[in-house]
T-cell receptor, first 113, second 109 residues
């Protein structure tokens, strides 16, 4: 059963704490993306990776970090420097040369305690 | 930066009616895509139209693209309750997508 999984579904962060959101795909896709969605708004790009061991900042990278050590995994860390982390986080992947369609995971909702 | 802007923000229709939503964008694109999001879920790709195409169909969906006006429209015909969702246009350039704020469609039974 192929697809993209994100865990956990809900995540709580205390002030000053770093938290890591997991994104795994078994679609053999080369590119992976992280987006943030705030209520009533569209998605904003945080980071993306076109290939293993390489990634680029998106439009709102401040306060976030990523790694891409394996093709199937692209974890996102929300650091304490991100002052307003409460949001819905979506991970997506894309097969190179596929016409740029992205496939999305189910999302992780991050809440600050 | 959000390039696509959808209009209207919200739409309520009766089951069986058609739903039309529009998307405007600012800069040149490789293609434009439409996605659907059910409440609290991930996005699902609906249809992609390339910059050299003017119209595309997929089942009950019809998408148009006018690059001279930098606009696109999505028509859902014969709507069903299951079409209740938010719909987003996404402008594609350099392998990145730029999303609008979406149109929330409610289909009443």
């Amino acid at each position: 059963d192929g697809g993209i999984t994100q865990s956990p579904k809900y995540l709580f962060r205390k002030e000053g704490q770093n938290v890591t959101l997991s994104c795994e795909q078994n679609l053999n896709h080369d590119a992976m993306y992280w987006y943030r969605q705030d209520p009533g708004q569209g998605l904003r790009l945080i980071y993306y990776s076109q290939i293993v061991n390489d990634f680029q900042k998106g439009d709102i990278a401040e306060g976030y970090s990523v790694s891409r050590e394996k093709k199937e995994s692209f974890p996102l860390t929300v650091t304490s420097a991100q002052k307003n982390p409460t949001a819905f986080y979506l991970c997506a992947s894309r097969l190179s040369g596929s016409g740029e369609t992205q496939y999305f995971g189910p999302g992780t909702r991050l809440l600050v305690l | 930066s959000q390039q696509g802007e959808e209009d209207p923000q919200a739409l309520s229709i009766q089951e069986g009616e058609n739903a039309t939503m529009n998307c405007s964008y600012k800069t040149s694109i490789n293609n434009l895509q439409w996605y659907r999001q059910n409440s609290g879920r991930g996005l699902v790709h609906l249809i992609l139209i390339r910059s050299n195409e003017r119209e595309k169909h997929s089942g009950r969906l019809r998408v148009t693209l006018d690059t001279s006006k930098k606009s696109s429209s999505l028509l859902i015909t014969a709507s069903r309750a299951a079409d209740t969702a938010s719909y987003f246009c996404a402008c594609s350039n350099d392998y990145k997508l730029s999303f609008g704020a979406g149109t929330t469609v409610t289909v009443r039974a």
